[in-house]
């Protein structure tokens, strides 16, 4: 199983960014998949989940500014950040959710003017 993100970065503060989340080693299309964050001495949180239907939840922090979309052809993720703020830094991490439960390694998003 392998989840490997990309996409993240240093941006200036009302930057965008795209993470992608690749996908191989089980069924991608069958799978909720989600984007989480740790920030430096924080818990690990969620951000956005997309399930197999296509229905998004997000936290409230990012509702507005963040969408969360999914490739089934191309077992890929995306998370579209917008209007990125100093406290969206983090490492974001790419996991597939039910009916597994696989993490991939996390991508640095650094905001910072």
């Known amino acids: 199983v392998q989840l490997q993100a990309s996409g993240g970065g240093l941006v200036q503060p009302g930057g965008s960014l795209r993470l992608s989340c690749a996908a191989s080693?089980?069924?991608?299309?069958?799978?909720?998949m989600g984007w989480y964050r740790q920030a430096p001495g924080s818990q690990r949180e969620l951000v956005a989940r997309?399930?197999?239907?296509?229905?998004?939840n997000y936290a409230d922090s990012v509702k507005g500014r963040f969408t969360i979309s999914r490739d089934n052809a191309k077992k890929t993720v995306y998370l579209q950040m917008n209007s990125l703020q100093l406290e969206d830094t983090a490492l974001y991490y790419c996991r597939a959710g039910s009916p597994y439960a696989y993490w991939g390694q996390g991508t640095l998003v650094t905001v910072s003017s």
């Open positions: 997309i399930a197999v239907g296509g229905n998004t």
């Open positions: 080693g089980f069924t991608f299309s069958v799978t909720t």
